[in-house]
């Protein structure tokens, strides 16, 4: 099975006073994520579900990848992809019974699941780019320590990719 991890887009600050989670997508953002979710479809990525954070910007982020990538995945809010345990998230991922599956989250949060996916512990130090992705590939169902990572992508590979038609 393979996860896609992607980061949330390029959102705006907080208003004062406001919540984190109500943050949305800049106009910027949402242009820069749509190139790079069609760069995530010239790789092949078709989910069969999305799963993503409940905050704004992450839900924001989802909603293009499904308009963006080939076939109907349904988009899954998860509060796991808002600062749960990395267990939990790969149980989500089980859950949702998907021979792939697109995950949308923050920083470090995904960083700390791809290092437990691959190394069983938070040991290994990743960064995301906003609208970045990763895709890892388990031998089975996800669990601590049985994926391999397959790429690591910034947002500028996946909009060029884009642009190439790869």
């Known amino acids: 099975m ?3 991890l992607v980061r949330h887009g390029i959102a705006a600050d907080a208003a004062p006073g406001g919540s984190d989670a109500e943050r949305p997508l800049t106009d910027e953002g949402r242009r ?13 990525c ?9 905050l704004r910007r992450a839900r924001q982020t989802a909603d293009i990848l499904a308009e963006a990538l080939p076939g109907d995945a349904p988009v899954v809010e998860t509060p796991a992809l808002a600062g749960g345990a990395p267990g939990d998230v790969l149980g989500e991922v089980r859950a949702a019974g998907a021979e792939s599956v697109v995950a949308v989250g923050h920083m470090p949060d995904l960083a700390d699941l791809a290092s437990v996916a691959l190394c069983r ?9 906003k609208a970045g992705a990763m895709r890892l590939v388990f031998d089975g169902p996800p669990a601590p320590g049985r994926a391999w990572l397959d790429w690591l992508l910034p ?12």
Do not use: H, N, Q, Y
């Open 2 to 4: 393979e996860l896609f």
């Open 32 to 44: 820069r994520t749509a190139r790079a979710a069609a760069g995530l479809a010239a790789l092949g």
């Open 46 to 54: 078709r989910p069969g579900v999305i799963l993503t954070s409940p």
């Open 121 to 129: 512990r938070d040991v290994v130090r990743l960064t995301f780019r």
């Open 155 to 166: 947002p500028r590979a996946l909009r060029a990719l884009a642009k190439s038609g790869a």
